[in-house]
């Protein structure tokens, strides 16, 4: 799998719309199978408005039902958790090599600090960025930007967070790389990755925590939680067992 393949970015749909050129004109009869007497058949005759009618309804039915799966996603958690197919065994992990890793890069990669098999994202902008300050809880956790930036022989542009949302643990994985929010398909959850994850749109009541990061060699690792006193504080990574 090549490093392109391995990131994700947003994907934009275009909805088409298509408009029907409805004239109005004036009412016309359209003709109707032949009455005769003692058939039993009263004959009414349907008017074209009332045609024009029965499809709008029919067509409201019809985007209704098809409406269905698109609430049911909105509301469902995400189907990818906890993780995609593939256990990563406990400790620091390899993501990739320096020379795989270009300014405006995205990569996804999975780890394991002790407990289960997360989804992690690793950013490399060309400017430094916020990191998240110690000592945070879920309740101040909204924006915890302006800490230290503890990586180690990491570029300032270099940061990492897990992608498991602190609303109702789905993976926010749509990266816009124009706005450089982070999108969680959810529920619409919106993280500033370069301000420390802050939550600046949507029901995440804290930001994803950090992930610290070291070079080592030629290669990239992500080799703890930047502060797991914050995680333990964050409820969608207790219950799921996270910490
Ligand atoms: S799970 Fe609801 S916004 Fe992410």
């Known amino acids: 799998m090549s490093a392109m393949e391995k990131r994700w970015g947003v994907v934009k749909e275009e909805a088409a719309s298509v408009e029907e050129d409805v004239t109005p004109s004036e009412e016309q009869d359209v003709p109707v199978a032949p009455q005769g007497p003692g058939s039993g058949i009263v004959a009414r005759k349907t008017t074209r408005r009332e045609i024009v009618k029965y499809a709008a309804w029919g067509g409201i039915g019809f985007t209704a039902l098809n409406s269905v799966p698109v609430t049911l996603k909105?509301?469902?958690?995400?189907?990818?958790?906890?993780?995609p197919p593939g256990q990563v065994k406990p400790g620091p992990v390899r993501i990739a090599s320096v020379k795989e890793l270009i300014p405006g890069s995205f990569t996804?990669?999975?780890?394991?600090?002790?407990?289960?098999?997360?989804?992690?994202?690793?950013?490399?902008?060309?400017?430094d960025v916020e990191h998240q300050r110690r000592g945070a809880t879920q309740a101040a956790g909204k924006d915890i930007s302006g800490g230290q930036n503890e990586n180690l022989n990491v570029p300032g542009g270099m940061v990492s967070f897990c992608l498991l949302c602190t609303h109702l643990g789905c993976i926010p994985k749509n990266w816009d790389s124009s706005t450089k929010i982070l999108t969680c398909p959810c529920h619409n959850g919106l993280y500033d990755i370069r301000n420390g994850a802050a939550v600046v749109g949507g029901p995440p009541p804290a930001a994803i925590p950090e992930i610290r990061l070291e070079r080592r060699g030629d290669d990239i690792w992500a080799v703890d939680w930047k502060d797991v006193d914050y995680v333990k504080t964050l409820d969608v990574y207790r219950n799921k067992g996270v910490v």
């Open 108 to 127: 996804l990669y999975k780890f394991n600090f002790g407990k289960m098999t997360l989804v992690g994202g690793l950013w490399y902008f060309d400017e």
């Open 74 to 83: 909105f509301i469902s958690p995400d189907p990818d958790w906890p993780a």
